[in-house]
């Protein structure tokens, strides 16, 4: 899934620390008395500040940082009490990997304009930077309670809760605010991610269409889509998808989606096609274990056994404690009738993997193809045990009893 992007951000209190200037103080608590004379300086030099606060928001913009800095130093000669000079100087600060000096920044902008939801989001960011999640979280709910339109707050707010395993939470949000951004595809595309981690895959995959619709060229969105097809056992629409993206010449070195079309195309019965991407997969990452043995499954599923034994002995190199490489061995094995070495590879997948019910199935299947019927019915047992609506294993117990 692509993840969301990483925002960050460190926040000292100023009045816990006592960095608040006087200047400063004095600025943002009000006004005192001022003669006619003070007030018409003071004007004038808002003014001024502000002239020098677009001049810098032109210099960020070009990526002039120096020019910048210097701009927003004259500003806040000019004006201390300037929130959005502030806020500016936090973010050039951010950019530029300072966020004590941000956080100070913030500090004194949150001061000078307590409404002011930018000043708590950066503060969230510079938070999220230092890895202080729930303060983070805190300060992005402020900015989403001040300014409740902006989505990037409320994205940011959900990020944090998952960030602090708080899942079911960050989902709530995101399903709360979904249909007040009807038009965003990224609430969608955020709330579908999160249902496919919580296992919800036929919600997903209705949240995620709206985000494609919404977002018909996002090719991201297209790709979380696919996957939560697949998930949902949607092979075909998956696959359709999945070619759709592999299209783009800057897909066709992502081997992790061949190795998606793959399955969806292993899962449809098309097993030349899906040998096909898998063996592009191992070229394009010979590391994979998944490809070696996603091209196993294929070969095996069409019947050619050397291109199996081929491809396991190369997902055996790479990693023999593979359960799933061992129990694909046994099954290679068991088709060449080789019973005592299929039995070998069920027992180390057996063990590698106690939890895995298939194994000790195939093993109960090979003791009973050997005549030890008696023992066979031990190990269906035992995974109907770990598992009591195991199909294959109710089937195999009840076919031994008949």
């Known amino acids: 899934m692509r993840m969301m992007r990483t925002r960050t951000f460190l926040v000292v209190s100023a009045i816990a620390t006592g960095l608040l200037l006087p200047l400063f103080t004095a600025g943002c608590a009000g006004d005192q008395k001022l003669t006619q004379k003070e007030q018409a300086t003071k004007q004038w030099n808002g003014t001024r500040a502000a002239v020098m606060l677009s001049l810098a928001q ?3 913009q070009n990526g002039n940082f120096d020019k910048c800095r210097k701009t927003l130093t004259d500003a806040e000669r000019t004006d201390p009490t300037n929130a959005k000079v502030r806020v ?22 949150r001061e000078c304009d307590p409404a002011d939801a930018v000043a708590e ?17 805190e300060f992005y709910s402020q900015a989403a309670e001040k300014a409740p339109n902006e989505l990037p707050y409320v994205l940011a707010r959900a990020e944090m809760l998952v960030q602090m395993d708080r899942t079911s939470e960050a989902l709530a949000l995101l399903q709360e605010k979904v249909v007040f951004f009807e038009h965003s595809a990224a609430i969608r595309d955020a ?9 919800r895959y036929a919600d997903a995959v209705e949240m995620l269409r709206q985000a494609s619709i919404l977002a018909s060229t996002d090719e991201q969105v297209r790709e979380h889509l696919a996957m939560a097809q ?13 070619a759709r993206l592999l299209k783009d010449t800057k897909n066709q070195k992502r081997y992790d989606l061949y190795l998606a079309q793959g399955e969806c195309q292993l899962a449809l019965g098309k097993c030349s096609e899906a040998r096909g991407s898998f063996e592009l997969a191992s ?15 294929a070969a095996l599923q069409g019947n050619d056994t050397r291109r199996a034994d081929l491809a396991l002995k190369r997902a055996v190199a790479l990693d023999g404690n593979s359960a799933e490489t061992q129990l694909l061995l046994g099954y290679l094995r068991l088709k060449e009738n080789k019973l005592k ?10 063990q590698l993997d106690s939890q895995d019910t298939v194994s000790l199935c195939m093993i109960g299947y090979v003791l009973e193809k050997n005549g030890q019927g008696v023992k066979a019915m031990e190990y269906y047992g035992r995974a109907l045990k770990l598992k009591p609506n195991d199909e294959m294993a109710k089937q195999l117990m009840a076919s031994t009893n008949d």
């Not at 998930?231 to 998956?238: H, I, M």
């Not at 070495?341 to 057996?350: M, V």
């Open 88 to 109: 500016l100087s936090a973010k050039l600060a951010i950019e530029q990997g300072q966020l004590e000096m941000a956080e100070k920044e913030l500090a004194i902008a």
């Open 341 to 350: 070495e299929a039995l070998a590879a069920f027992h180390r997948a057996s």
């Open 230 to 242: 697949y998930f949902n056992k949607q092979y075909r629409e998956a696959s359709d998808n999945f």
């Open 191 to 199: 709330t579908g991610q999160l249902l496919v981690q919580e296992g």
């Open 283 to 297: 070229r394009l990452s010979p590391s994979s274990i998944q490809a070696w043995t996603g091209t196993a499954k």
């Open 121 to 137: 989001y950066l503060s969230g960011v510079v938070c999220q930077r230092w890895q202080k999640p729930e303060r983070a979280y």
């Open 58 to 60: 032109d210099q960020y």
